[in-house]
Nanobody, 124 residues
Framework: QVQLVESGGGLVQPGGSLRLSCTASGFSLDYYAIGWFRQAPGKQREEVSCISSSDGTTDYANSVKGRFTISRDNAKNTVYLQMNSLKPEDTAVYYC?????????????????WGQGTQVTVSS
């Protein structure tokens, strides 16, 4: 079965950290750019970060720059999103997306594969 599966979400206090994982099954992530998106209730979906397949180039939304780090481990067929210094406004469902044509396509919310999402709640 070809799919992306996110994991690692949960409840964390402000200032805390979480690491999200996006694991592919049924296909190799080696040739795909991977993006992380989030959507909070009543808000539009927002791209958080993306990592290219070719040279590992990364980009981040201004709202998370300096706090979040995206990385990939092709041997594990997994992309990670390390989230530090979490704020209540980071609360959302986080999704990962894969596209063979790169982060420029993902930025336009194009994708070949899309995960089911994992909930992140930042609250005291």
């Amino acid at each position: 079965q070809v799919q992306l599966v996110e994991s690692g979400g949960g409840l964390v206090q402000p200032g805390g950290s979480l690491r999200l994982s996006c694991t592919a099954s049924g296909f190799s992530l080696d040739y795909y750019a991977i993006g992380w998106f989030r959507q909070a209730p009543g808000k539009q979906r927002e791209e958080v970060s993306c990592i290219s397949s070719s040279d590992g180039t990364t980009d981040y939304a201004n709202s998370v720059k300096g706090r979040f780090t995206i990385s990939r481990d092709n041997a594990k067929n997994t992309v990670y999103l390390q989230m530090n210094s979490l704020k209540p406004e980071d609360t959302a469902v986080y999704y990962c997306a894969a596209d063979i044509w790169g982060c420029s396509v993902i930025a336009k919310q194009g994708y070949d594969y899309w995960g089911q999402g994992t909930q992140v709640t930042v609250s005291s």
